[in-house]
T-cell receptor, first 114, second 118 residues
Framework: EAQVTQNPRYLITVTGKKLTVTCSQN?????MSWYRQDPGLGLRQIYY???????DKGDVPEGYKVSRKEKRNFPLILESPSPNQTSLYFC?????????????FGEGSRLTVL | AQKITQTQPGMFVQEKEAVTLDCTYD???????LFWYKQPSSGEMIFLIY??????QNATEGRYSLNFQKARKSANLVISASQLGDSAMYFC???????????????FGKGTKLSVKP
């Protein structure tokens, strides 16, 4: 089954404790992206990757890191989480980064930083 | 300025009736894609329908159709014969060619919460 898999789905952590949210897709997609969703602000792009070893900042990259060592994986790293990073996070992928490809979303990871 | 505007924060519709969710967009790029996603209370994002800027005909997918009015920069979603399971948040989104930064970014509107009444 074609899918985007995120882990963990739910996480409660404390300020400053490094964490990684994994994302993996099995569709051989070139383009991958991370979004965060906050009430009243909608979904905003954090980072994206056009292909392996190619990553770039989205609209709200502060406090996050990503890497794309393999085509299928695109982990999101919070080096020193803070309470303002409490949010619902989505990983998404598409065949390529053009205008026609729909984004396939993971199920979301709900993160709470105390 | 917002690139995607959804002016209806919430809407109600009677079961089996049709409903239109409004979306206007702003871009100077001649090539772009317009998307609608559904987010039920469980949280996942479900792709519904796509319209390309060069498509001559309005897109349709089952009970979903997109009323594309390019000159007005409008891409309204029409759901026919509403069902209780259609109750959810609906997001309009756009992808531009995006030269330089934020290539391929899917820009979302703030969403419309649809409630279907029995």
């Amino acid at each position: 089954e074609a899918q985007v898999t995120q882990n963990p789905r739910y996480l409660i952590t404390v300020t400053g404790k490094k964490l990684t949210v994994t994302c993996s897709q099995n569709m051989n997609h070139e383009y991958m992206s991370w979004y965060r969703q906050d009430p009243g602000l909608g979904l905003r792009q954090i980072y994206y990757s056009m292909n392996v070893e190619v990553t770039d900042k989205g609209d709200v990259p502060e406090g996050y890191k990503v890497s794309r060592k393999e085509k299928r994986n695109f982990p999101l790293i919070l080096e020193s989480p803070s309470p303002n990073q409490t949010s619902l996070y989505f990983c998404a992928s598409s065949i390529e980064g053009g205008v026609t490809g729909e984004l396939f979303f993971g199920e979301g990871s709900r993160l709470t930083v105390l | 300025a917002q690139k995607i505007t959804q002016t209806q924060p919430g809407m109600f519709v009677q079961e089996k009736e049709a409903v239109t969710l409004d979306c206007t967009y702003d871009t100077s790029d001649p090539s772009y894609g317009l998307f609608w996603y559904k987010q039920p209370s469980s949280g996942e994002m479900i792709f519904l329908i796509y319209q390309g800027s060069y498509d001559q005909q309005n897109a349709t997918e089952g009970r979903y159709s997109l009323n594309f009015q390019k000159a007005r920069k409008s891409a309204n979603l029409v759901i026919s014969a509403s069902q209780l399971g259609d109750s959810a948040m609906y997001f309009c989104a756009m992808r531009e060619r995006g030269y330089g930064g934020s290539q391929g970014n899917l820009i979302f509107g703030k969403g419309t919460k649809l409630s279907v009444k029995p």
